[in-house]
Nanobody
Framework: QVQLVESGGGLVQPGESLSLSCAAS????????MSWYRQAPGKERELVAT????????NYADSVKGRFTIFRENGKNTVYLQMNSLKPEDTAVYYC?????????WGQGTQVTVSS
C-alpha cells in the first residue's frame, strides 16, 4: 500500500522556521522525483519545490527561492522541506508528491500557518 505521510506543520510567527517531513512507503522511493506543493484557502495548488530521484537537481518556486530547501534521504525513504524566514503568505496546506513516469502519489497534507 502506497503511503506518503507528512509531518511537521504548525503555527509559527513571521520570520521563524519550520521543517516538514514526508515519509514514504509502498513504492521504490529512490526512483521517484519528489515535490512539495501547497494550497492556500481559495487558491489553486501550486508547486513549491522539486528534487530529482538521485537528489542532485532541485527547483523552487520564485516565491520561496532562498528561503526554502528541499532535500531527501533515500535510505530513509523521506523527503524534507526546510522553511526559513516564513511569511504570512506561506500559510497553506503543504502536500508531498511522488512522481515516476505515469505514477503520481500524494500525501494527505499538513497545515502551516504563519501569523503573529
Amino acid at each position: 500500500q502506497v503511503q506518503l505521510v507528512e509531518s511537521g506543520g504548525g503555527l509559527v510567527q513571521p520570520g521563524e522556521s519550520l521543517s516538514l517531513s514526508c515519509a514514504a512507503s509502498g513504492f521504490l522511493f529512490s526512483r521517484y522525483a519528489m515535490s512539495w506543493y501547497r494550497q492556500a484557502p481559495g487558491k489553486e495548488r501550486e508547486l513549491v519545490a522539486t528534487i530529482a530521484s538521485a537528489g542532485g537537481i532541485t527547483n523552487y518556486a520564485d516565491s520561496v527561492k532562498g528561503r526554502f530547501t528541499i532535500f531527501r534521504e533515500n535510505g530513509k525513504n523521506t523527503v524534507y522541506l526546510q522553511m526559513n524566514s516564513l511569511k504570512p503568505e506561506d500559510t497553506a496546506v503543504y502536500y508531498c508528491n511522488g512522481r515516476f513516469r505515469f505514477l503520481d502519489y500524494w500525501g494527505q497534507g499538513t497545515q502551516v500557518t504563519v501569523s503573529s
